[in-house]
Structure formats: structure tokens, C-alpha cells
């Protein structure tokens, strides 16, 4: 036989063996991706009061590694006196591992999910948002969860979860939109109104001081934390006012 056919069978060979490589590769990326995704709902889990996130470059997260003295730190992740850090060189990995999750856990949308169902996806639906808090379904979903039975800790959780997304993103409207929604509920069975007011105030005043720091902007500052309050408290009051 000539050389020729030998390097035509090779060939053959390869083409038919490269599609089950490519799916043992694929298959292997997405089980490292939800490692990742794993490992950070672990850490969000067994630190409910997380009140800070940073997505730092690899080369800030490995100086904060080396300087820190925990050793619950992971190469990846970084929790400490909840404050959480997360190196940026996994965002892309452990975004479309939680948007795969998420995806999964609301692919049988039901009014009433049960329990295990309604666990996965508040679990998967935080890990998303906090990586990409512009994501109306994630929202939705939480929502969906939220309204089948009224749990006041749940709802007052859900304040902590937008506070910490604004603590990084403070002007992302899905997220303030949310968290009216909440207060609207929490109206509904709370009595000290005025006291849940004086405090969205002062996350509002918190939130407007970022805006103009990150915005260079703290000449103006009065103003536009002015502006912000009223903006939101506004909203706030009418929410309260609907049937």
C-alpha cells in the first residue's frame, strides 16, 4: 500500500476521534466550571452577612493571598470578616456556570415550586446576580420564590442582598427596582414603617456618597445625594401607597 493511503487512513482516524476528544474537553470545562460555581455558593452560604464583594485582577488577588493569614482562602476566592474577593481571571468560567445552574433550576416554571426546587434557585439565582445583577429572570425568579409563602427573614435577606449589589454597582436600577418591591411586601406585615424609611434613607445617603465618589463627583455631592434619595424614597412611598 502506498504511503499516500496510510496518511489518508491516519487522517480518517483523527477526524473520527477528534469529536469525542472535543466532548471529554468540553465535558471536563464545564465540571471545572461548576467546581467554581460550587465553591462560591459554599462561601455565600456559610457567610449570609457578607457586606463587600471585589472582582480584583489575578495580579491584586495572589498580593492578597500571600498577605492574608486565613486559611480558609481558596485560589480563587478570598472571605474574610465579610468582606469577599474574587480573582476576575474565573468571572467568565463561573458566570456560565450560574447562568447554566439558574437556567436548569427554572427550566419547569411552577407559581408554587417545592422546596428543593425553590432552595436551587435562590441559591443559583444570588451567585448570578451578584455577578451580573442585570438579569430580569434571575430577578423573577427570586420574586416567584418569594411571593408563594411570606417569610420575613427571607425578605429582610433579600434587603441584604441588594445592599450588597449596590455596594458595587449603586446605580443599577433592576436592583433598587427589587428592592422596593421588597419594602412593598414587607409594608404589608411590618408596623414600624417609619423606622424601615429612616434606614433606606441612609443606604440611599450611603449609596449617593459612592456615586459621587466613583464619579469623581464630590463637589456635587449634596446635590446628587439629594437627588438619589428623593428619586428612590419617592418611589418608595407610591409602591406603599398601591393596593
Not at 474537553?25 to 465553591?39: G, I, K, S, T, V
Not at 430580569?136 to 449589589?165: G, P, Q, Y
Not at 456618597?209 to 464619579?215: D, F
Not at 469623581?216 to 407610591?238: E, G, P, R, W
Request: proline fraction near 3%; charged fraction near 25%.
Amino acid at each position: 500500500m502506498s504511503l499516500s493511503y496510510w496518511f489518508e487512513e491516519s487522517r480518517k482516524q483523527q477526524d473520527q476521534e477528534r469529536p469525542r476528544m472535543e466532548s471529554k474537553e468540553a465535558a471536563a470545562a464545564a465540571q471545572a466550571e461548576e467546581d467554581l460555581l460550587r465553591d462560591f455558593e459554599r462561601i455565600l452560604h456559610d457567610d449570609p452577612l457578607i457586606d463587600e464583594v471585589g472582582f480584583l485582577h489575578p495580579t491584586q488577588f495572589h498580593s492578597l493571598l500571600v498577605d492574608s493569614t486565613d486559611k480558609s482562602t481558596s485560589q480563587y476566592f478570598w472571605c474574610v470578616d465579610h468582606k469577599l474577593a474574587v480573582s476576575s481571571s474565573i468571572l467568565p468560567d463561573l458566570y456560565r456556570a450560574a447562568r447554566r445552574a439558574h437556567s436548569n433550576a427554572t427550566l419547569n416554571p411552577s407559581s408554587s415550586p417545592s422546596a428543593s426546587d425553590a432552595a436551587l434557585i435562590m441559591t443559583h439565582s444570588k451567585a448570578l446576580l451578584i455577578l451580573c445583577a442585570d438579569l430580569l429572570t434571575a430577578w423573577n425568579s427570586r420574586k416567584m420564590v418569594l411571593s408563594t409563602n411570606f417569610n420575613l427573614s427571607h425578605l429582610k435577606d433579600e434587603l441584604r442582598l441588594c445592599a450588597l449589589i449596590l455596594s458595587y454597582s449603586p446605580k443599577n436600577e433592576s436592583t433598587w427596582s427589587h428592592r422596593r418591591w421588597v419594602i412593598k411586601n414587607l409594608a404589608q406585615h411590618l408596623q414600624d414603617m417609619p423606622e424601615l424609611i429612616d434606614k433606606e434613607s441612609l443606604l440611599v445617603k450611603d449609596m449617593a456618597e459612592v456615586i459621587a465618589h466613583k464619579y469623581l463627583l464630590v463637589q456635587n455631592f449634596d446635590i446628587h445625594s439629594s437627588q438619589l434619595m428623593t428619586f428612590h424614597l419617592q418611589l418608595v412611598a407610591k409602591s406603599l401607597q398601591r393596593d
